[in-house]
């Protein structure tokens, strides 16, 4: 029964795929900055300002990109990829983006959603039944692990899992030493792995564990995404890297983006770097192999953190959102839909209009408060960041796209990445 099931929504998501638009936005050109009213004089403190940020050794190395109105204005590349082989650094790394493939899974989900395959609201057990009747941590005993919990009285749904308020954990980048302990002993995956791991069977085990809080009741920072890549396979009857293969990376051509690099692709990859005195050093972890991902099994999917791509790839899906869910002919979502997305999604949870930054469906978003410090876009400009300083902004109204990618861990960067978010905008010329 189960297998017909698969086969009846496999069908069902073939015939649905995404669809020719009216609509025939040009797929990301290069241009000069005048065309598009910025200033290519001023794009250039992009230049100085990596350079210095690469001399004085706050990052070994970066790839930057900067689009308006769908073209390129600046795309460039610093420093070094491999402190190991002195490697200068291309354009067309490719980079671990870690958290900034939650944006992509969150697309995937809401490209079902748009097929009246289920509801936003839909508790998730109703798709994956180990998720029923969710308990809430109690007490937990540090010498054996042991935990006390009682009944949440609520099921986690689905939109709660994408704006991370459903009460689930993250495990070993957890702010609370209690899940840390709890997911360690329970075997969690909770970024990626080079084991023979599938993303089922390690959400299986996840919804089994107590949650931090009612769901609904706070924004707890979560593997929300990774439950949602494994409910992908679950609702199209198709493996999760097929899915995004086949339902946004072919029909955006992005072709660099991928959970496990062909072997042709692999000496593109960027070194995790760290630094040692005063020398970059190649990082080492005791929680994931930093091989991932051109070694292992390749058989886990991490909705949550487990992509690599490049600045253009990237720059291609938000371009994609800029234009309000179509490039190039092709929709992925709905104007009303992608609307919806760019909404408040978590109420006062994140403080509301008192706050910086709320979230939508699939991003962080600038509040009005957060627009007035200067320097960080536009009410709404859409946000989030990668686990190795990956980080992209997307401005709505004045249709820019920044993109600062490097690969560094347990470094004091002088919060570069938000510096390089000013940098672009102060560029604006019109």
């Not at 993250?170 to 002993?185: A, L, N, S, W």
């Not at 997305?341 to 006062?348: A, L, R």
Request: aromatic share 12%.
């Amino acid at each position: 029964m189960k297998n017909i099931l698969f086969f009846f929504l496999f069908a069902a998501s073939a015939i649905f795929a995404q669809t020719n638009s009216i609509q025939k936005s040009l797929p990301l050109a290069n241009a000069k900055a005048e065309s598009v009213g910025m200033s290519s004089e001023r794009l250039n403190r992009i230049d100085a300002f990596l350079q210095k940020s690469i001399d004085q050794k706050e990052i070994p190395g970066a790839v930057a990109i900067v689009c308006r109105n769908g073209k390129i204005v600046y795309h460039k590349a610093f420093g070094s990829a491999d402190n190991t082989s002195g490697r200068s650094m291309k354009t067309d790394d490719i980079f671990r983006i870690a958290s900034m493939s939650k944006a992509i899974t969150s697309t995937a989900v809401m490209m079902l959603w748009e097929e009246g395959l289920f509801q936003l609201d839909d508790p998730i057990s109703k798709y994956i039944p180990e998720f029923l009747n969710p308990m809430v941590l109690d007490s937990l005993n540090k010498a054996d692990t042991t935990f006390t919990a009682k009944p949440a009285g609520k099921e986690i749904t689905i939109r709660q899992l994408l704006t991370h308020t459903s009460g689930l954990g993250y495990g070993v980048i957890d702010g609370d030493e209690r899940f840390k302990m709890i997911y360690k002993k329970a075997g969690i995956v909770d970024l990626f792995t080079t084991e023979s791991v599938s993303i089922g069977d390690n959400i299986r085990k996840l919804a089994k564990l107590p949650l931090h809080h009612i769901p609904g009741e706070k924004y707890v920072y979560s593997e929300g995404l990774d439950v949602l890549g494994y409910f992908v396979e679950v609702i199209s009857g198709m493996p999760f890297d097929q899915f995004l293969q086949k339902r946004i990376f072919d029909p955006l051509n992005m072709n660099d983006t991928y959970f496990y690099l062909p072997d042709s692709k692999a000496n593109r990859l960027v070194k995790i770097q760290t630094k040692t005195g005063n020398a970059w050093t190649s990082f080492t972890d005791n929680f994931y192999d930093p091989d991932y991902p051109i070694k292992g099994t390749k058989t886990f999917f991490s909705g949550g953190a487990g992509l690599s791509s490049t600045a253009m790839d990237y720059a291609t899906f938000l371009q994609m959102y800029l234009n309000y869910g179509e490039l190039n002919g092709r929709r992925l979502l709905s104007r009303k839909t992608v609307e919806a997305m760019m909404m408040n999604q978590v109420g006062e949870l994140l403080g509301g209009a008192n706050s910086d930054q709320n979230y939508g469906l699939a991003f962080g978003l600038l509040t009005k408060k957060g627009e007035s410090k200067g320097g960080l876009g536009s009410e709404n400009t859409f946000v989030w960041g990668g686990y190795f300083n990956t980080s992209y902004f997307a401005d709505p109204k004045e249709k820019i796209t920044g993109i600062i990618m490097k690969q560094t861990q347990e470094v004091n960067d002088n919060n570069n990445s938000a510096r390089f978010r000013t940098l672009v905008l102060q560029a604006i010329d019109n």
